[in-house]
């Protein structure tokens, strides 16, 4: 009896390592950048890329304002939405009624004890960040709002990738007043733990 025991379970424990190794049973020692790069991106519970601007306010829990210009139109809630254990202005950015683009701008109101917070934040969601040239978000912003980003204005720039589609930003974009950035990557686009991480 305790050998017929026995030997199920030497066939299950056998079982079990041939499933780990052929990926049938995942393995849940993969960090923060695996997971990131497999999973598809979707922001603040539901929201995900080339969503329509209707189908974003169905989406998210709040109610939100619209503001359009030529081909670009942007939704905002009236109010900072929670980020992390922050607030932030929330913007999302729709390029011919596709999501495209979106901002937190976080304003004056943090210290730089709170950017390097949200940086490790963003590097326990997205894996370890990379240091981007400021052309790439002047490129990305111009296109919205021309002129508005300068090199001399942007310093501190971090960047992410989640996946083939998505890629974060976080930069200073002046005196003690910072932004995270999403943008969608894909064709089609114009352009191109122990944290809290609630709205990252």
Known sequence: MIRRFLSLVTLLLMLTGGALGNGVIPNFRETAAD??????????GGVKWNMS???????????????????????FPL?????????????YMFYN?????????????GTSADYAYLTGALDSVYGEHTVPEAYEIIGIMDQIYPGYYTEDRLTHLLCWTSGDDTRIFQYYYGENAYAILYVCMTAGSPGQSGYVTTGL
């Open 35 to 44: 997971v990131s790069q497999k999973a598809p991106f979707s922001f603040r």
């Open 53 to 75: 601007r209707e189908e974003v306010q169905a989406a998210d829990s709040v109610a939100l304002t619209e503001r359009n210009q030529d081909s670009w139109s942007i939704l």
């Open 79 to 91: 109010n900072p939405v929670e980020v992390s254990r922050f607030t932030a202005d929330l913007v």
């Open 97 to 109: 009624d596709q999501l495209k683009m979106v901002s937190y701008d976080f304003g004056t109101a």
